[in-house]
């Protein structure tokens, strides 16, 4: 079995990735420093796949404490690299904590990856990389504007570091742009477990639903798009993850064009602000409190994926609609209730 080390995979998208890579014959193990992230999820990837996933509670920071799993686990032949903080309006607040975790984090894995030689290497990348695009739907040739954010600019750089290394590495990588990852793991172990006041769209959706935010806002109604709010391409973190083995499984039989190849990662649809909390209403019945806010400052206005590249060459199969998504989200919203003391006992940082 190919061993394959996923860093971030306590991480909402790294252990939806961790179990779609189990269960298509990949042997797994996790460097995950917890720091954003909780056992609970680690619990959740054991009890679906019926495997203990070995995870190493490393800070990739660190260079020696990295080095040394490589050390342990001589066999890893790819790398996919999720760790790396990811609030776009924390970034503002705290743009050199953001430049410091994202990038030296990468840096001294790149640096483990030379070392041992390893193949393959997957990077979790973003659709803020296009900024706000000129024209709609978006292909992996539009030219990115300036990012909005310094996480953003991580994901950028990111990009551009990972583009000169393989340059001169024995390495090929992909990476991978995310649209809108949502809802959760269909036999409701694995899910989102938003840090603080949600920011995201869904989790406000129904964190607002179950009570714990007495009602949201939507940002801005005044946009040029076919009910005025803003548009964006949700896709399912199941879909999002399936395409991360897929991409692995493309570099392992050498069917890369060329040293780094890019791909997003979306439905293809766009939907507005006011059609996804439509959907939430009628696929659960739930009447959402909401009220029309201010723009929120930095939203693009509208973005959505072409993903023809990713359907036809990584033979990519998106298996989930937007109801989907949402019912998913919401029956996993129901289950962090359930189970909020035990989350909270595990990691104080996640209340
Ligand atoms: C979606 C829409 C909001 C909350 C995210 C990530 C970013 C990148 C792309 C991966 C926007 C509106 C939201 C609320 C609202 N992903 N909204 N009320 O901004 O597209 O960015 O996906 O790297 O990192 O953050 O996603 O979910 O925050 O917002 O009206 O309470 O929902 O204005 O139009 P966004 P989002």
Same mark, same amino acid.
Request: with cysteine; net charge negative; proline share 5%.
């Given at each position: 079995?190919?061993?394959?080390?996923?860093?971030?995979?306590?991480?909402?998208?790294?252990?939806?990735?961790?179990?779609?890579?189990?269960? %298509?014959?990949?042997?797994?193990?996790?460097?995950?420093?917890?720091?954003?992230?909780?056992?609970?999820?680690?619990?959740?990837?054991?009890?679906?796949?019926?495997?203990?996933?070995?995870?190493?509670?490393?800070?990739?920071?660190?260079? &020696?404490?990295?080095?040394?799993?490589?050390?342990?686990?001589? /066999?890893?032949?790819?790398?996919?690299? #999720?760790?790396?903080?990811?609030?776009?309006?924390?970034?503002?607040?705290?743009?050199?904590?953001?430049?410091?975790? %994202?990038?030296?984090?990468?840096?001294?894995?790149?640096?483990?990856?030379? *070392?041992?030689?390893?193949?393959?290497?997957?990077?979790?990348?973003?659709?803020?990389?296009?900024?706000?695009? &000129?024209?709609?739907?978006?292909?992996?040739?539009?030219?990115?504007?300036?990012? *909005?954010?310094?996480?953003?600019?991580?994901?950028?750089?990111?990009?551009?570091?990972?583009?000169?290394?393989?340059?001169?590495?024995?390495?090929?990588?992909?990476?991978?742009?995310?649209?809108?990852?949502?809802?959760?793991?269909?036999?409701?172990?694995?899910?989102?477990?938003?840090?603080?006041?949600?920011?995201?769209?869904?989790?406000?959706?129904?964190?607002?639903?179950?009570?714990?935010?007495?009602?949201?806002?939507?940002?801005? %109604? /005044?946009?040029?798009?076919? /009910?005025?709010?803003?548009?964006?391409?949700?896709?399912?973190?199941? &879909?999002?993850?399936?395409?991360?083995?897929?991409?692995?499984?493309?570099?392992?039989?050498?069917?890369?064009?060329?040293?780094?190849?890019? #791909?997003?990662?979306?439905?293809?649809?766009?939907?507005?602000?006011?059609?996804?909390?439509?959907? #939430?209403?009628?696929?659960?019945?739930?009447?959402?409190?909401?009220?029309?806010?201010?723009?929120?400052?930095? /939203?693009?206005?509208?973005?959505?994926?072409?993903?023809?590249?990713?359907?036809?060459?990584?033979?990519?199969?998106?298996?989930?609609?937007? %109801?989907?998504?949402?019912?998913?989200? !919401?029956? !996993?919203?129901?289950?962090?209730?359930? &189970?909020?003391?035990?989350?909270?006992?595990?990691?104080?940082?996640?209340?």
């Amino acid at each position: 079995m190919p061993k394959i080390l996923v860093t971030g995979g306590c991480g909402y998208i790294g252990s939806h990735t961790v179990v779609d890579l189990i269960e %298509n014959g990949f042997d797994v193990v996790s460097i995950d420093d917890n720091s954003r992230s909780t056992n609970y999820l680690l619990d959740g990837i054991d009890k679906i796949t019926g495997k203990k996933l070995k995870n190493y509670k490393v800070d990739l920071k660190n260079f &020696d404490e990295t080095l040394a799993v490589f050390q342990e686990n001589e /066999d890893i032949i790819g790398v996919i690299h #999720f760790a790396a903080y990811k609030a776009v309006g924390e970034s503002v607040e705290k743009p050199l904590m953001y430049y410091e975790n %994202n990038l030296c984090s990468l840096i001294n894995l790149l640096n483990c990856v030379k *070392e041992f030689n390893i193949p393959h290497f997957v990077f979790s990348s973003s659709c803020t990389v296009y900024g706000n695009p &000129d024209s709609i739907p978006v292909t992996e040739q539009t030219p990115e504007k300036k990012a *909005e954010s310094p996480y953003g600019a991580t994901k950028q750089m990111g990009e551009e570091i990972i583009r000169s290394f393989v340059k001169v590495a024995e390495t090929n990588a992909i990476l991978l742009r995310y649209f809108n990852p949502v809802g959760a793991h269909p036999s409701n172990l694995i899910g989102e477990l938003p840090l603080g006041k949600p920011q995201n769209l869904v989790p406000a959706i129904t964190q607002t639903a179950i009570g714990k935010l007495p009602q949201m806002q939507v940002y801005g %109604n /005044d946009y040029d798009t076919r /009910d005025g709010s803003c548009l964006r391409d949700y896709i399912h973190v199941s &879909d999002i993850a399936s395409a991360h083995t897929l991409a692995m499984r493309f570099l392992l039989e050498n069917k890369n064009t060329g040293k780094c190849e890019v #791909f997003n990662l979306g439905s293809g649809n766009g939907v507005t602000v006011l059609e996804a909390i439509k959907a #939430f209403e009628t696929v659960t019945g739930q009447k959402l409190n909401y009220k029309i806010g201010p723009r929120r400052p930095g /939203d693009v206005v509208a973005i959505y994926a072409n993903n023809n590249h990713a359907v036809s060459a990584l033979n990519w199969q998106i298996k989930y609609d937007l %109801n989907e998504m949402m019912r998913t989200a !919401w029956a !996993w919203e129901l289950k962090v209730k359930e &189970d909020e003391e035990l989350m909270k006992k595990q990691n104080p940082v996640l209340n």
